[in-house]
T-cell receptor, first 112, second 113 residues
Framework: GENVEQHPSTLSVQEGDSAVIKCTYS??????FPWYKQELGKRPQLIID?????GEKKDQRIAVTLNKTAKHFSLHITETQPEDSAVYFC???????????FGKGTMLLVSP | NAGVMQNPRHLVRRRGQEARLRCSPM?????VYWYRQLPEEGLKFMVY????????ESGMPKERFSAEFPKEGPSILRIQQVVRGDSAAYFC???????????FGSGTRLTVV
């Protein structure tokens, strides 16, 4: 099956700095990579995703990059704000399957 | 659109009791996925269902756990004879099929005392 590793487990930055979270996956047949944000006590919410035929995708202050050869993908948040503080999960979807495999999450803390 | 509805939000059970967790998918979604979340362990897949069918239950313990998604009504995750180790947040998600863009419910936080 698929295995997704996520680093770091915690990340503390100052407001305005950039934050980068990295994930690796094991199954080269995986073709869809979403990122979810979960605030304390809330549901995970999809913030951005990327498919395997694209190398980079941006949406305002967030971007995701994908390196299929190395089987890793990253979330980049620029100009971080305190409201970006949350746990972020990466996930991978194997081709032909419908179930997402998630990383263990990164707790991002943005200090004012 | 009410989104994915889960209830109850919080559930306390004594050891040995049964827990029933309910999930109504988003309107138009016919695929439901259940995940368990433990601190520092992320979201672990349990079971994937369509109406009246279990598609993949590879992540669900063989003993005490069962799931269903009847023709009418919500999907149910049932845990019999709960133990302390079952304490966790249980999330369901739904989509139109394919796994692209799950929408999660707010979860049920089960505490076994």
């Amino acid at each position: 099956g698929e295995n997704v590793e996520q680093h770091p487990s915690t990340l503390s930055v100052q407001e305005g700095d950039s934050a980068v979270i990295k994930c690796t996956y094991s199954d080269s047949a995986s073709n869809y990579f979403p990122w979810y944000k979960q605030e304390l006590g809330k549901r995970p919410q999809l913030i951005i995703d990327i498919r395997s035929n694209v190398g980079e995708k941006k949406d305002q202050r967030i971007a995701v990059t994908l390196n299929k050869t190395a089987k890793h993908f990253s979330l980049h948040i620029t100009e971080t704000q305190p409201e970006d503080s949350a746990v972020y999960f990466c996930a991978a979807l194997r081709s032909g399957y419908s179930t997402l495999t998630f990383g263990k999450g990164t707790m991002l803390l943005v200090s004012p | 659109n009410a989104g994915v509805m889960q209830n109850p939000r919080h559930l306390v059970r004594r050891r040995g009791q049964e827990a029933r967790l309910r999930c109504s998918p988003m309107k138009g979604h016919s695929h439901v996925y259940w995940y368990r979340q433990l601190p520092e362990e992320g979201l672990k897949f349990m079971v994937y269902l369509q109406k009246e069918n279990i598609i993949d239950e590879s992540g669900m313990p063989k003993e005490r756990f069962s799931a269903e998604f009847p023709k009418e009504g919500p999907s149910i995750l049932r845990i019999q004879q709960v133990v302390r180790g079952d304490s966790a947040a249980y999330f369901c998600a739904s989509d139109e099929g394919g796994g692209y863009g799950y929408t999660f419910g707010s979860g049920t936080r089960l505490t076994v005392v």
